[in-house]
């Protein structure tokens, strides 16, 4: 079973990697795999020859290459953390945007930007790029926090309430979001529409590493959780007789998860269902093993991110579609059918 | 070894558990008796540590319960509750490996391999090992959360078990097989404790017995000594009937005539 595992993941990883080469090459300024190559090896050392035109170059080092990295790391981020708020909760209906935790990470973003208050110019003063992503980490957790305690019942998640908690959450955070629109200026006002729909637009080599260490800690520290969160598949009492300390299992899943959330809506706003289709999809093709889905949704999600994206900026060339638009026309329909055969399982 | 003493539970002004006290030995299954609401599922908790009792100790193998790490309880103690659903559903092999997640970091050794094979063996699920478990039957799933029980303590030789009503929901055939199984469990030398509601089960496989009503002790004894009609009217306020059966020198309990 564990050296399945380390197939399985191996090959999601080779299939992140391809894409991560066709996305490199694809776009308005076309880049031969052969010229790739080169590119890297010249700007490594390994070769001196320069088999390319040095505007590809530029375009692929300053562009294409940031931009693909960013949705690696963002679809790494939902995927992951869509995984392990789904074993928290116990349920493969829980995923980040539905309940609301996006949503309370935009607004507080939000509220940073149009307010521009004190606080945030001085936390922008000592934490530079960092500041806007640990504002909606804050946003994260505590919408998190929130729909925990509403939909938390004897150790349980009742579903009901917490989909309705996440519409709740939603659209209140939707109701601040608006009002603070209008007390926006022009071009905090397209900051927002990009916020609600989410793109990649904002890729540069600056967004990219002020994403890193949101990204990084969480995708090395959740698969050590997986454990655990197997254990919590079966009640918290169950867990707790298996020697899982559930207090500290759920801290650590909240805010590594919220982590991850947080700072990709900071970066690239709400990109939804990402977080809900790609475990489900190594569900069911694979396990249910916490072992594999975790670290997988990581790979998956990251390779199924930077395809859309690749689509989100080619369909409509020279125009851009936003991302998010994209994954929540690929993933409704999925989410509707997840939803329907967990009805019938329940009553066949 | 088990030792309960003075142990009290309390919920506002109300006892559910007043003053227990008890033993239960390796080697020895000890069936808990009672009506619903005498306190049997407070006291199942207390002993798993799900919670603090409000007063009195429970030590296990000459050390506090509180002591443990929560590693080393789930090397010293395992428990079968009694609702055992799957969020997400796995594989009976992946589930009954679950059991020894207290015994390695990240990857199991052949050790661990070995013991669940075994356990699957001892419960007779071997064929089901590549099932979803979803899909099994109660009776299955029942015999699968205990093969994983009994991984999870399987080289501990010194340990408890628990089972809260295991043979809830189930025909009389799984019944039998999960009582028989928990006799083999004692008869190795584990302490079993087993909640259990029908009385001809528990004189059958039980060494002692204990009842309870309202928090407090009934009886406790062999089953030839507690079973007797006084005993079971305190504790169920039924009024029943003693048969004697040929084979056991404990006799059968069925329901009096109802006279009007």
């Known amino acids: 079973m564990i050296k399945k595992t380390g197939y399985i993941l191996l090959s999601l990883a080779i299939v992140l990697i391809l894409t991560m080469v066709i996305s490199s090459c694809v776009g308005a300024v076309p880049i031969s795999f052969s010229e790739l190559m080169s590119i890297i090896a010249y700007h490594t050392g390994l070769s001196g020859q320069q088999h390319f035109e040095s505007q590809q170059a530029a375009v692929f080092l300053n562009l294409r290459l940031p931009r693909v990295v960013l949705g690696v790391l963002i679809g790494a981020a939902l995927g992951i953390s869509g995984a392990a708020i789904q074993g928290l909760f116990r349920n493969p209906l829980a995923e980040p945007g539905l309940i609301g935790i996006s949503s309370g990470a935009t607004l507080f973003a939000v509220v940073m930007i149009v307010l521009e208050t004190k606080i945030f110019k001085e936390l922008t003063g000592v934490l530079g790029f960092y500041a806007l992503s640990i504002a909606a980490f804050i946003g994260a957790g505590l919408t998190t926090m929130v729909v925990y305690r509403i939909a938390m019942r004897n150790g349980k998640t009742i579903i009901t309430t917490l989909l309705l908690g996440g519409i709740a959450i939603n659209a209140m955070a939707g109701a601040f979001t608006g009002l603070l629109t209008y007390m926006a200026t022009d071009a905090q006002l397209r900051n927002i529409t990009f916020w609600s729909l989410g793109s990649l637009g904002g890729a540069s080599w600056p967004t990219v590493s002020a994403l890193l260490p949101f990204v990084l800690i969480p995708v090395i520290g959740l698969p050590f959780l997986a454990k655990s969160l197997n254990a919590l598949a079966l009640g918290e009492a169950q867990a707790m007789h298996m020697g899982v300390n559930v207090k500290v299992v759920k801290i650590l899943v909240i805010g590594l998860a919220t982590m991850a959330v947080g700072a990709s809506v900071a970066v690239a706003g709400m990109i939804a269902f990402i977080g809900l289709i790609i475990p489900h999809i190594l569900r069911m093709m694979f396990t249910a093993d916490h072992r594999l889905v975790i670290p997988g949704s990581a790979l998956l999600g990251a390779a199924l991110l930077t395809l859309a994206d690749l689509i989100a900026r080619t369909v409509v060339a020279p125009a851009e579609l936003p991302i998010g638009i994209l994954t929540a026309m690929i993933g409704a329909p999925v989410f509707i059918y997840i939803i329907i055969s967990e009805r019938n399982k329940s009553n066949p | ?260």
């Open chain 2, 1 to 260: 070894m088990i030792k309960v003493r003075e142990l009290s539970f309390k919920v506002g002004e109300k006892k559910l558990l007043d003053g227990l006290s008890f033993d239960a030995h390796p080697g020895e299954l000890l069936a808990i008796l009672g009506a619903n609401g005498a306190g049997k599922s407070t006291l199942m908790k207390l002993l798993c540590r799900e919670m603090r009792p409000s007063s009195g100790t429970i030590t296990i193998n000459d050390k506090a319960l509180m002591d443990y790490r929560l590693e080393d309880l789930a090397k010293t103690r395992a428990v079968l509750s009694q609702h055992n659903t799957l969020s997400v559903s796995f594989q009976v092999s992946e589930l009954v490996l679950m059991g020894r997640y207290p015994h390695f970091k990240q990857k199991p050794t052949e050790e661990d391999f070995r013991i669940v094979r075994e356990a699957m063996e001892e419960t007779g699920i071997t064929h089901l090992a590549s099932r979803d478990y979803n899909t099994l039957s109660g009776g299955e799933q029942q015999r699968v959360q205990l093969a994983r029980v009994i991984a999870q303590i399987y080289d501990s030789p010194n340990a408890c078990l628990f089972l809260d009503e295991p043979t809830n929901g189930l025909d009389l055939l799984y019944q039998q097989q999960i009582m028989e199984l928990a006799r083999k469990l004692a008869d190795r030398g584990y302490c079993v404790v087993c909640i259990l509601h029908d009385i001809n089960f528990a004189s059958r496989f039980a060494d002692r017995i204990m009842m309870l009503k309202q928090g407090k002790k009934v009886a406790e004894g062999l089953p030839i000594e507690v079973i007797n009609c006084e005993n079971i009217h305190e504790t169920f306020s039924i009024k029943v009937k003693l048969m004697a059966c040929e084979g056991y020198n404990c006799p059968l309990v069925v329901p009096a005539t109802i006279l009007k």
